[in-house]
């Protein structure tokens, strides 16, 4: 991992060190990941929970309102023992954020970072500006969870069945099952320690990515139906839209329209695809999704939000003809050089 990805705001003390006194001092320990939480997210979030159990800290799991767990990812050992964002400690004495690009991804535990005795960023979005005590943060990480696998080694916690389903899942979430250009041979080394566990993958990767009620493919159908295809805009954009209520309609959870932008982002003639996804309080969030040519995460951060380079995101409070000219306009000058 190159030295200039790694990010400390006190040298002097890492992360692993911060924990593994908090874990010696049987300190109180609260960990949560980004509003919304996915598999990356959930996933760090359990296992640095469970590794610092086993080493005798004090640990609260928990995520911002609104916080429903999504079918696909509630079923990881330790999501059961989350708790609510009212019932941790207003003061304690670490808080760790896993996987939030900015503090706003934390809602309202992002007071926790100036609340806690010390605070511990563990990230992997290149976009993050740089916050909390004390900082693990690689933008060439394809996952969270693989800094988190790193944490455990330092901890000296072995991985064991528990801990590997919650960092393949991550894992492989978040490199779209080792397909994303974010893969590195150290990438299918993590993936092959979590195998020789004995977890099943295949059933894993079955609950992530293959399984979704009935109704999701009539949401399909009339989503890919309005797609709009944008070829003079920037390299190229493809779009559609949705929203928390059509997917009621569906007998859908809202989360289900995570999925969405995988699917849009096959459209070979455009390197950027977009889902705007109507929430219940008006507002837009925005999924990105590029090829290669385009910086989403330029896009992303120009327009309050952040991520990677190929996938980033924000939510507008804009309405959608408004929101979707705004990225129109970032879009024709955010595509990379080749």
């Known amino acids: 991992m190159a030295a200039s ?171 779209g099952s080792f397909r994303f250009g974010n893969t590195r041979p150290e990438t299918h080394e993590l993936a092959a320690r979590l195998l020789a566990t004995g977890i099943d993958h295949a059933a894993i990767s079955r609950r992530l990515f293959d399984t979704a009620p009935f109704g999701w493919l009539g949401l399909l159908s009339v989503v890919t139906g309005r797609a709009v295809l944008e070829t003079d805009i920037g390299a190229g954009l493809v779009w559609t839209w949705s929203s928390t209520a059509e997917a009621a309609e569906h007998g859908l959870a809202g989360e289900q329209l995570e999925a969405l932008v995988d699917v849009i982002r096959s459209a070979e003639e455009a390197d950027v695809a977009c889902v705007l996804k109507g929430q219940d309080d008006g507002s837009w969030s925005v999924s990105l999704r590029s090829r290669g040519r385009t910086d989403v995460a330029r896009v992303a951060m120009a327009l309050g939000g952040g991520g990677h380079t190929l996938a980033a995101g924000y939510s507008s409070y804009l309405d959608r003809e408004k929101t979707i000219e705004a990225l129109r306009w970032e879009l024709t000058t955010a595509i990379m050089e080749p």
């Open 5 to 175: 990805s790694r990010r400390s705001a006190q040298p002097y003390r890492t992360a692993a060190g911060v924990l593994a006194e908090a874990a010696e001092a049987r300190a109180t320990v609260v960990l949560s990941g980004h509003v919304q939480p996915d598999a990356d997210a959930l996933g760090s979030t359990l296992s640095l929970a469970e590794g610092l159990r086993r080493r005798g800290a004090r640990v609260l799991t928990t995520f911002p309102d609104p916080f429903t767990l999504p079918a696909s990812i509630g079923w990881l050992p330790g999501a059961e023992g989350l708790v609510p964002s009212s019932s941790v400690p207003s003061s304690p004495d670490v808080f760790v954020s896993l996987d939030a690009a900015s503090p706003g991804r934390l809602g309202e535990l992002a007071v926790l970072l100036d609340r806690a005795g010390t605070s511990v960023v563990v990230d992997h979005h290149a976009s993050n500006p740089g916050f909390g005590t004390v900082r693990l943060i690689d933008g060439a990480a394809p996952a969270t969870v693989t800094l988190v696998a790193g944490l455990l080694d330092e901890l000296g916690v072995t991985l064991d069945r528990q801990l590997a389903t919650c960092l393949y899942a991550g894992l492989a979430a978040d490199t």
